[in-house]
């Protein structure tokens, strides 16, 4: 190997050097050759010479004016839907997308961004989508459902009845209470049972002595029901009616319509009042065209009366009796959904019920009104009211 080296060298040690600038300027020229290196190459020559350019006579723009700024996206409003659109069977999937609620969001951390109100206990609420309010502890819980005389079989599941003994489900599935003389306040928070965190928030955080309102439609219906009663909350079904502009304002299946009749009332309610067991009573959801059908709210009144379940409304069927029981409510408290609104709204309770001595609110089950009603309760005692359940409001005909 080592020869065959050394007569290589030799062999070539006589030939004429080649020219150098040849030797040199061959590959890049045969690398040139090739398209991509071309374009490279040419786009190179395009900086280069913009470059050179600056350089050489300055930068064009260096006697005009500039300005910089910081660009941030702004975060996506997280806006919580509609009464209608939450509680009607095509709004379904809209609440459900409003997410667990992030253990992070407590304290400090949910008030980030948001206006602070503060409750007259020296308490705060903000309108963001986290609960601070603490956890309760399950207080004085109802009896496990269904209790025993108080139900018969239906079409589709069970049904209310008035027991054999008299006994009937507005008192036996009410919550307890006495008064103790004071003015009483009494708060209704329905659209429970179609998002998790807002209604495990609305058992876990509220006083037992919040009334709660389930929609029908709610998977696991029971369940919710047989948590918050283990919670001590009394507990109602909300029937949904029709509104003026229904159908496009559609609460959702089975409504009770204007102009169905007392059989069409019948054949609806044996659907919703089966959806589970355990409430003292229902209400309305919308219905301001249902309440003038005199037709239609006679079959209701007689079925609820007949089943020995009271009814309440949220103010808009004031005028319309027949129930076991009737109530109805003097202010929703959060039509407008801020926390200062609902403050507003919670003031005007109280003063109502030192001026009549007693008031019922109703409200949905916003983050935002669970949050200020957890926080409102918390104070009443001090300021010389008592809560009770919306139960304690219901009057019986002739009584």
């Known amino acids: 190997m080592f020869a065959k080296r050394q007569s290589a060298l030799a062999a070539a040690a006589g030939a004429p050097p080649e020219p150098r600038s040849r030797v040199a300027m061959e590959p890049v020229l045969n690398a040139l050759k090739k398209p991509p290196v071309a374009a490279g190459a040419a786009g190179?020559?395009?900086?280069?010479?913009?470059?050179?350019?600056?350089?050489?006579?300055?930068?064009?723009?260096?006697?005009?004016?500039?300005?910089?700024?910081?660009?941030?996206?702004?975060?996506?409003?997280?806006?919580?839907?509609?009464?209608?659109?939450?509680?009607?069977?095509?709004?379904?999937?809209?609440?459900?997308?409003?997410?667990p609620i992030d253990p992070a969001l407590m304290g400090e951390s949910a008030m980030g961004g948001e206006a602070l109100i503060t409750l007259p206990d020296g308490a705060s609420v903000?309108?963001?989508?986290?609960?601070?309010?603490?956890?309760?502890?399950?207080?004085?819980?109802l009896p496990k459902a269904p209790i025993t005389g108080l139900f018969q079989p239906g079409p589709n599941g069970p049904l209310p009845r008035i027991a054999a003994d008299g006994r009937v489900p507005a008192q036996a599935y009410a919550?307890?209470?006495?008064?103790?003389?004071?003015p009483m306040v009494a708060l209704v928070v329905g659209g429970l049972g179609l998002n998790s965190a807002t209604t495990r928030a609305a058992i876990e955080r509220l006083p037992a002595e919040v009334t709660l309102s389930f929609v029908p439609?709610?998977?696991?219906?029971?369940?919710?029901?047989?948590?918050?009663?283990?919670?001590?909350?009394?507990?109602?079904?909300?029937?949904?009616m029709e509104p003026t502009g229904y159908p496009d304002n559609d609460?959702?299946?089975?409504?009770?319509?204007?102009?169905?009749?007392?059989?069409?009332?019948?054949?609806k309610l044996d659907w919703l009042l089966a959806r589970a067991t355990?409430?003292?009573?229902?209400?309305?959801?919308?219905g301001d065209r249902f309440a003038t059908s005199d037709e239609g709210v006679s079959a209701l009144m007689t079925n609820l009366r007949q089943r020995g379940l009271a009814f309440l409304d949220d103010g808009s069927m004031r005028r319309r009796p027949g129930a076991f029981a009737r109530a109805s409510a003097d202010r929703v408290v959060d039509e407008e959904q801020t926390p200062a609104?609902?403050?507003?709204?919670?003031?005007?309770?109280?003063?109502?019920?030192?001026?009549?001595?007693a008031a019922l609110g109703t409200g949905f089950s916003y983050p935002v009104t669970v949050e200020a009603a957890a926080r409102w309760t918390a104070g009443l005692e001090a300021r010389g009211l008592q809560l009770a359940p919306a139960s304690a409001m219901t009057r019986r005909p002739g009584r």
């Open 44 to 99: 190179a020559f395009v900086i280069g010479a913009a470059a050179l350019f600056v350089a050489v006579l300055g930068d064009p723009r260096a006697g005009a004016p500039t300005a910089s700024a910081v660009l941030e996206r702004p975060a996506a409003a997280d806006t919580a839907p509609t009464g209608a659109e939450a509680f009607g069977f095509s709004g379904l999937d809209i609440y459900q997308d409003l997410g």
């Open 278 to 286: 355990g409430y003292f009573g229902v209400t309305n959801y919308l």
């Open 341 to 357: 609104a609902i403050l507003r709204q919670f003031n005007a309770l109280e003063a109502a019920a030192k001026t009549n001595g």
């Open 217 to 240: 439609y709610a998977e696991g219906l029971q369940t919710w029901i047989d948590m918050a009663r283990a919670h001590g909350h009394e507990v109602m079904i909300e029937l949904p």
């Open 175 to 182: 919550r307890p209470f006495r008064s103790n003389g004071k």
């Open 251 to 267: 609460p959702g299946p089975y409504t009770l319509l204007s102009s169905g009749g007392a059989d069409d009332v019948a054949v």
């Open 126 to 141: 903000a309108s963001g989508q986290g609960f601070s309010a603490p956890v309760r502890a399950p207080s004085n819980p």
